[in-house]
């Protein structure tokens, strides 16, 4: 299978700060409305945190991960849940007929893939007619960012526009959780986070920087099995330009329409 993606995934139970919980509930609240009556595929899903929160309104979850024991945990929390299919899968080789979905979905997971184009290429190729393609993920241009141990490339906002303009005809980017720091406490631990980047003091695991951030933001929240409505506040992310890169948002995201 190659390498294992289950260090570097959030799962249940996992300790997480309050920012942490909100960026996980956004994703999916983000989604929520395209996914409104869709057949509706998540591509890289993880643990499945966010599979029964948007099969409350799609009309099928379709799900998916490479790594067979991170699917595990999604597999036993929807087990006998009609409206919600797991399946181990290859995003570069999504294993679906032609124009079988009417939204994919995929995040925090592109920069772990050897040729997102062909990934790209194939949510194209699944989408139906009206399709939506959306991409989430840390944008690399944020000052604090922090690359994953086993990523391979992560993309700017003008080459994420190009690259997803070469296949969809509308693309628009998006920007959420802005990236200044607002008190005294924000800039201190800021400015250790990005020394930390930089001499690679910070774990390779989710586990090991649990402790890291128990030292500098207190007590953890424990991850949720599933999503529910409302567990964080939620602010719509802000259309960004896309011919140049973005430094005001940690997180960026993608709505590549067919």
Same mark, same amino acid.
Do not use: C, W
């Given at each position: 299978m190659g390498a294992s993606y289950i260090h570097v995934t959030e799962f249940p139970r996992n300790g997480a700060t309050k920012e942490q919980i909100a960026r996980l509930y956004h994703r999916y609240r983000f989604a929520f409305e395209f996914c409104k009556g869709k057949d509706v595929l998540e591509v890289a899903c993880g643990a499945g945190i966010g599979l029964g929160y948007l099969a409350k309104v799609a009309k099928k979850v379709v799900a998916g991960d490479i790594d067979e024991k991170i699917l595990e945990t999604a597999m036993n929390t929807y087990y006998g849940q009609a409206d919600i299919e797991i399946y181990k899968l290859d995003a570069q080789n999504l294993p679906f007929k032609d124009c079988s979905f009417d939204v994919v979905l995929l995040y925090e997971a592109i920069y772990y893939l050897p040729k997102a184009e062909e990934f790209i290429s194939e949510a194209h190729r699944v989408l139906r007619g009206n399709g939506v393609l959306i991409i989430g993920m840390v944008n690399k241009d944020w000052s604090d960012f922090?690359?994953?141990?086993?990523?391979?490339?992560?993309?700017?906002?003008?080459?994420?526009?190009? $690259? $997803?303009?070469? #296949?969809?005809?509308?693309?628009? *980017?998006?920007?959420?959780? @802005?990236?200044?720091?607002? =008190?005294?406490?924000?800039?201190?631990?800021?400015?250790? #986070?990005?020394?930390?980047? =930089?001499?690679?003091?910070? @774990?390779? =695991? *989710?586990?090991?920087?649990?402790?890291?951030?128990?030292?500098?933001?207190?007590? $953890?929240?424990?991850? @949720?099995?599933?999503?529910?409505?409302?567990?964080?506040?939620? $602010?719509?992310?802000?259309?960004?330009?896309?011919?140049? @890169?973005?430094?005001?948002?940690?997180?960026?995201?993608?709505?590549?329409?067919?």
């Open positions: 922090n690359p994953s141990p086993l990523s391979t490339k992560y993309f700017s906002v003008p080459e994420l526009y190009q $690259l $997803l303009s070469q #296949r969809f005809s509308t693309v628009e *980017m998006y920007g959420a959780f @802005p990236a200044s720091a607002n =008190t005294l406490k924000d800039k201190v631990i800021s400015l250790i #986070r990005r020394t930390a980047v =930089t001499f690679h003091l910070i @774990p390779k =695991t *989710m586990k090991g920087k649990e402790f890291f951030k128990r030292i500098f933001y207190g007590k $953890l929240i424990p991850i @949720p099995t599933q999503i529910t409505n409302g567990m964080a506040e939620y $602010l719509p992310p802000i259309v960004i330009p896309v011919d140049s @890169p973005n430094y005001q948002y940690k997180i960026l995201y993608a709505v590549a329409r067919k």
